[in-house]
């Protein structure tokens, strides 16, 4: 198995279906629940452990995923409330070698996430058809991204970051 790309990339062509659209809206429902019991009952150590050679911690990747999917949402309302606007990178290497990614409690970023889902949800299950062809462009990668592809996107990045935390558990005899 990939270490670093557990379910592989990410990668949907052609057309976004409604039907496809509703399943991404229910993982990204999905995700806090499934992410608090993935990391339910480790310890610090255990939370200190990279998952790969070279990769993140646990802590690291829980609070990674705050940090993105917050700007996930923020770039959703930008580009619904604007006519595609160029969005900010971030440099997610760095952010995860800040204080708060390294040594916060992950309980304060599973808050965090499933706060920014319950705004994300409601926000993408009132969101019309055509909103969803709506654009923004990310400067770093100089392309322009469809919010129905970004969905797909931030589905597949909390399905590839639980299989972080349960390939260690299972590699570890954790689980």
Not at 59 to 68: A, E, K, L, N, T
Not at 75 to 91: G, N
Request: include cysteine.
């Amino acid at each position: 198995m990939n270490q670093r790309f557990p379910i592989g990339s990410f990668n949907h062509e052609g057309s976004i279906t409604r039907e496809t659209r509703e399943q991404w809206i229910e993982e990204i429902a999905n995700l806090p629940c499934q992410l608090e019991k993935a990391v339910d009952g480790l310890s610090e150590k255990q939370l200190d452990t990279p998952y790969r050679d070279g990769g993140w911690t646990l802590r690291q990747v829980v609070h990674h995923i705050g940090d993105s999917h917050m700007n996930s949402i923020l770039r959703f309302k930008l580009a619904l409330t604007e006519e595609q606007p160029t969005i900010r990178p971030y440099q997610e290497e760095l952010w995860a070698e800040l204080a708060d990614s390294v040594s916060e409690p992950v309980g304060t970023s599973l808050a965090l996430i499933e706060s920014i889902h319950r705004r994300w949800v409601t926000l993408l299950n009132a969101m019309k058809d055509e909103q969803f062809a709506r654009t923004f462009f990310h400067p770093a990668s100089e392309e322009i991204i469809r919010l129905d592809y970004a969905l797909g996107m931030y589905a597949w990045h909390g399905r590839h970051h639980l299989a972080h935390i349960s390939s260690l558990k299972t590699r570890m005899n954790w689980a």
